[in-house]
């Protein structure tokens, strides 16, 4: 039986046309891009060019373009960047309670170092008010990051009505857009930010590679000290072959994506109606305003991790959240920022779909999916109560 793989948020796999883009800059074209030789000098054109390309489909210049390794560094890069570039200016740092921990765990490491902060409560669907931010806004505020959409329930925030307010007011405003990225239109200008991070391997690039988007005149402090590259705002030889494949994987992304949606919403509409069937289940974020792969529920009188291996033993690839935090056994700090309780939090699940599948995987997973919860509520003395 082959696996069902519905955790694209989790992470997507490389498509064939990406590996090829990157297979000579591996072997053939090997040089490093600071080198003056003609070796060198290739790897360095090969940069330019994924750097216009990212550029261009961000709507952005090229030269506010920084590769990182990823979603994570790119998020630190900027939080901390902006934080130490203008502490002179203000120690105020305002975000939201249902960031990815790339964006709430630098925030929090910030504090630590006498920075302060206000974190932004969420409404049940998982919005975040722009009223709220205006209100939270001070004169020493100095960055607002609220992220594009959110990786556990898939509600996408009103960035541009976020950024005008931060615009006007005069701080700096990220946004974590690593899942929105090949999925939603991401117009720097439109999305009123000033920083912007994403990550290679949620729209099927590699994986360790990611970028960020600086506007021009925004200061950053580097977190990587040691050499010249990226305009001395990120140290270290460039990864080529990351970064073309990137660049490869953005863009053909952005020219299927109106196709793709079409059918992500299809089949996300199939499994949302046919969970909701299901006795005791709540759908989590909006269904109004969500991300076209994204269905997040909770099943009332199981546990998650029993859902997830039950599944898993059917061939069926699913989260209870996000994938950085599968290691803990604390519930979705999303969740409960919604105001979901433990109790329910417990038996979430995350079906995010991706390019490849099915309608038939997803008539398949709708079979499967009641009787394994019947037969876990079953066993639960709460719903046997």
Known sequence: MSEIYLDHAATTPLRPEVLEAMLPYFNQEFGNPSSVYGAGRRAHQALDQA????????????????????????ANLAIKGVAWAYQTKGKHIITSAIE????????LWLKQQGFEVTILPVDEEGFVDPQSVQEALRGDTIL???????NEVGTIQPIEDIGAIVRAHGAFFHTDAVQTAGILDLDVAELNVDLLSLSAHKFYGPKGVGALYVRKGVRLDPLIHGGAQEKRRRAGTENVAGIVGLAKAFELAQAERGEVTRHLIQLRDQLLQGLQAIPHTKVNGSLERRLPNNVNVCFQFIEGESLLLNLDLKGIAGSSGSACTSGSLDPSHVLLAMGLSHEIAHGSLRLTLGRENTQDQVTYVLEEIPII??????MSPLYNA
């Not at 607002?144 to 959110?150: G, K, L, P, R, W």
């Open 51 to 74: 750097r216009d390309t990212v550029a261009d489909l961000l709507g952005a210049k090229s030269e506010e373009i920084i590769f990182t390794s990823g979603g994570s560094e790119a």
């Open 100 to 107: 990815h921990h790339a964006v709430l765990d630098a925030v």
């Open 144 to 150: 607002v990051s609220i992220m594009h959409a959110n």
């Open 373 to 378: 919860v019947e037969r876990l509520r079953a």
